[in-house]
């Protein structure tokens, strides 16, 4: 590589190199001397979970599409994957399904594996706080100059494109902050390895401004306008912080990709696959099967007759894949006790009673199914199956009784039980599986708050820019970057999300809301983007997590307060996944 580069800029490589070489054997890399080793090189070992879920993908896709791919086999740049990118259609996608990646994603709008690349960069810290996000996207969508400043000859006039063409003059890695300090303000290698560890933010927090006057003062001397020199410090300072490298970046950006491609082109896949590598991402089983059953796909319940351990997939109605789910959706189910009731499976179960005897199941495991509402197959409800599993004894069938396989227990008579409300069927699905295929608490609410004009989300995000609203939902995820002047939460009610802005002034105001709340009212101004991205920049925040009470009584949709607690366990909601 070598053969065309000036040999000045050969040896200004091999002295960096020595220099990095020469800091790695260090004694500042905190070298233990009790291991008996006088040198140390520290590696990052990622264990993605998403990488687990791709290969559980291709291990569907096999199964069930006749398709036998891996990493190097999925076709590239097709046009489909970034429509669905550029809509910010990215829940559960590698990388890009945060609040804030999802909004970058109507504008930047990716259309090449580069532009992932960027992507993935753009949202950290890093730029953010370096003020490199905003010139990037006006440059990029044509509304700002694209200019490289030169310096004063005799130097390369066009050094800086060299550096910073590809991300439109703006620095958005940490290859292009080095070479900036390199090529424009001539920084020998000694400096520029100072500044390598500077920027590795984890061991060197707050160390990169020392550099500050090296830098300005070597633009300088090299011809650049001293005000650009700053600015361009500025924007390398915010590498401190967090910023990623291009090389990192673009191993992310496959895998965003890879992951894109399965959630687009087989999105009941993707469901399956990527419950089944949980817990990991920002979403919750109910949100990701809520995205699945959005983009089509049908979500069949937990069933003793056909569902494995794992979630699978089955022949749809429409001849498409179902997503059928799996025991391991049951809270406090054990993956042994699953395995047992398939083992036992030879064909299908004809009551409750057959399958305790045949599946050895304790008495819990048979409560937890019904109380699930797994027996559907044999035509029994949640409550029958509850009110059948209370007669099972607490502990293994009598010898006398297994051996012959009889019946153990007498015939009754019909139990005749109420059919359970619907507002009880919900809380007990969420409190089981943690999610429910027969409705969404909001819409059991609805008309409680439709009474206090408080609007969904669906209403939310077709208002126009500006109008103070008022939007209630359960809480999925809340987010404060870094240390960052904003914090997000995301909303959620049987008509889709609302994504809220709280500045920090507004966040300590309700502070204790904000963070305990698990059904929350917010109040703002609805903001909406060129790009059709809606906010609502939220003003007051109510906590009405009590609200959650009435999902347990089927007459307590009355605007009086509820005062009675769930009798079987308050939490009626899965915790929220918070991210700081």
Same mark, same amino acid.
């Given at each position: 590589?070598?053969?065309?580069?000036?040999?000045? *800029?050969?040896?200004?490589?091999?002295?960096?190199?020595? +220099?990095?070489?020469?800091?790695?054997?260090?004694?500042?890399?905190?070298?233990?001397?009790?291991?008996?080793?006088? =040198?140390?090189?520290?590696?990052? &070992?990622?264990?993605?979970?998403?990488?687990?879920? /791709? =290969?559980?993908?291709?291990?569907?896709?096999?199964?069930?599409?006749?398709?036998?791919?891996?990493?190097?086999?999925?076709?590239?740049?097709? $046009?489909?994957?970034?429509?669905?990118?550029?809509?910010?259609?990215?829940?559960?996608?590698?990388?890009?399904?945060?609040?804030?990646?999802?909004?970058?994603?109507?504008?930047?709008?990716?259309?090449?594996?580069?532009?992932?690349?960027?992507?993935?960069?753009?949202?950290?810290?890093?730029? /953010?706080?370096?003020?490199?996000?905003?010139?990037?996207?006006?440059?990029?969508?044509?509304?700002?100059?694209?200019?490289?400043?030169?310096?004063?000859?005799?130097?390369?006039?066009?050094?800086?494109?060299?550096?910073?063409?590809?991300?439109?003059?703006?620095?958005?890695?940490?290859?292009?902050?080095?070479?900036?300090?390199?090529?424009?303000?001539?920084?020998?290698?000694?400096? $520029?390895?100072?500044?390598?560890? $500077?920027?590795?933010?984890?061991?060197?927090?707050?160390?990169?401004?020392?550099?500050?006057?090296?830098?300005?003062?070597?633009?300088?001397?090299? #011809?650049?306008?001293?005000?650009?020199?700053?600015?361009?410090?500025?924007?390398?300072?915010?590498?401190?912080?967090?910023?990623?490298?291009?090389?990192?970046? *673009?191993?992310?950006?496959?895998? &965003?990709?890879?992951?894109?491609? !399965?959630?687009?082109?087989?999105?009941?896949?993707?469901?399956?696959?990527?419950?089944?590598?949980?817990?990991?991402?920002?979403?919750?089983?109910?949100? !990701?099967?809520?995205?699945?059953?959005?983009?089509?796909?049908? !979500?069949?319940?937990?069933?003793?007759?056909?569902?494995?351990?794992?979630?699978?997939?089955?022949?749809?109605?429409?001849?498409?894949?179902?997503?059928?789910?799996?025991?391991?959706?049951?809270?406090?189910?054990?993956? @042994?006790?699953?395995?047992?009731?398939?083992?036992?499976?030879?064909?299908?179960?004809?009551?409750?009673?057959?399958?305790?005897?045949?599946?050895?199941?304790?008495?819990?495991?048979?409560?937890?199914?019904?109380?699930?509402?797994?027996?559907?197959?044999? #035509?029994?409800?949640?409550?029958?199956?509850?009110?059948?599993?209370?007669?099972?004894?607490?502990?293994?069938?009598?010898?006398?009784?297994?051996?012959?396989?009889? =019946?153990?227990?007498?015939?009754?008579?019909?139990?005749?039980?109420?059919?359970?409300?619907?507002?009880?069927?919900?809380?007990?699905?969420?409190?089981?599986?943690?999610?429910?295929?027969?409705?969404?608490?909001?819409?059991?609410?609805?008309?409680?708050?439709?009474?206090?004009?408080?609007?969904?989300? %669906?209403?939310? @995000?077709?208002?126009?820019?500006?109008?103070? %609203?008022?939007?209630?939902?359960?809480?999925?995820?809340?987010?404060?970057?870094?240390?960052?002047? +904003?914090?997000?939460?995301?909303?959620?009610?049987?008509?889709?999300?609302?994504?809220?802005?709280?500045?920090?002034?507004?966040?300590?105001?309700?502070?204790?809301?904000?963070?305990?709340?698990?059904?929350?009212?917010?109040?703002?101004? &609805?903001?909406?983007?060129?790009?059709?991205?809606?906010?609502?920049?939220?003003?007051? &925040?109510?906590?009405?997590?009590?609200?959650?009470?009435?999902?347990?009584?089927?007459?307590?949709?009355?605007?009086?307060?509820?005062?009675?607690?769930?009798?079987?366990?308050?939490?009626?909601?899965?915790?929220?996944?918070?991210?700081?």
């Amino acid at each position: 590589d070598a053969v065309d580069t000036p040999p000045s *800029a050969v040896q200004w490589e091999l002295d960096y190199r020595h +220099a990095v070489l020469r800091d790695l054997s260090s004694a500042d890399l905190r070298n233990d001397p009790s291991t008996g080793f006088s =040198r140390q090189l520290d590696n990052d &070992v990622l264990a993605l979970g998403m990488l687990t879920c /791709i =290969r559980k993908a291709f291990d569907l896709m096999r199964a069930h599409c006749g398709l036998d791919l891996g990493l190097a086999d999925i076709p590239g740049e097709q $046009a489909d994957v970034y429509d669905m990118l550029c809509a910010g259609d990215s829940i559960g996608v590698f990388q890009v399904e945060s609040r804030a990646q999802i909004n970058m994603l109507p504008r930047l709008r990716p259309r090449t594996f580069y532009d992932l690349v960027i992507q993935v960069a753009i949202v950290r810290p890093g730029p /953010i706080q370096g003020d490199m996000v905003h010139p990037y996207l006006r440059r990029r969508g044509g509304a700002e100059a694209v200019v490289f400043p030169s310096p004063a000859p005799p130097h390369d006039p066009d050094e800086l494109r060299q550096v910073l063409s590809r991300t439109c003059g703006v620095p958005l890695f940490q290859e292009q902050a080095m070479k900036l300090a390199i090529v424009a303000a001539g920084f020998t290698p000694d400096q $520029a390895n100072g500044l390598r560890r $500077a920027m590795a933010t984890f061991r060197n927090l707050g160390t990169i401004g020392r550099y500050e006057r090296l830098m300005i003062d070597g633009m300088v001397g090299r #011809g650049y306008d001293g005000d650009f020199a700053a600015r361009c410090f500025e924007q390398i300072k915010g590498f401190g912080s967090y910023g990623f490298p291009e090389s990192h970046a *673009a191993s992310f950006a496959k895998l &965003v990709y890879v992951s894109s491609f !399965i959630k687009c082109r087989y999105p009941a896949v993707f469901a399956c696959a990527l419950l089944n590598a949980q817990p990991m991402g920002f979403y919750a089983p109910a949100q !990701i099967v809520r995205d699945a059953a959005r983009h089509g796909v049908e !979500i069949r319940p937990p069933d003793i007759n056909a569902s494995l351990w794992d979630n699978t997939l089955e022949t749809g109605q429409g001849g498409g894949p179902a997503l059928r789910l799996g025991f391991r959706q049951i809270d406090g189910f054990h993956e @042994d006790w699953a395995a047992r009731l398939t083992a036992a499976r030879g064909a299908p179960f004809a009551g409750i009673e057959p399958l305790a005897q045949l599946a050895r199941l304790p008495a819990r495991a048979m409560r937890l199914l019904a109380d699930a509402d797994a027996f559907g197959s044999i #035509g029994l409800g949640r409550r029958d199956a509850l009110w059948a599993v209370r007669r099972l004894p607490d502990d293994a069938p009598l010898p006398l009784f297994a051996a012959a396989e009889a =019946r153990e227990l007498g015939a009754e008579a019909p139990s005749d039980l109420p059919v359970m409300a619907l507002p009880e069927q919900i809380a007990t699905d969420y409190q089981t599986i943690r999610l429910s295929l027969k409705g969404h608490p909001m819409q059991v609410l609805r008309p409680l708050f439709r009474a206090e004009r408080i609007s969904t989300c %669906a209403e939310i @995000d077709a208002a126009p820019d500006g109008r103070r %609203a008022r939007v209630a939902g359960v809480v999925l995820v809340r987010q404060r970057p870094g240390n960052g002047k +904003a914090i997000f939460v995301t909303l959620e009610d049987e008509t889709g999300i609302a994504n809220l802005v709280l500045w920090a002034r507004t966040f300590e105001q309700f502070r204790r809301e904000v963070m305990s709340a698990r059904l929350m009212v917010a109040e703002g101004l &609805v903001q909406k983007s060129p790009e059709g991205v809606v906010h609502l920049m939220t003003s007051r &925040v109510f906590d009405r997590t009590a609200e959650l009470d009435r999902l347990s009584e089927a007459d307590s949709l009355s605007p009086d307060p509820v005062r009675a607690r769930h009798p079987r366990d308050v939490r009626i909601l899965p915790k929220s996944r918070d991210f700081h």
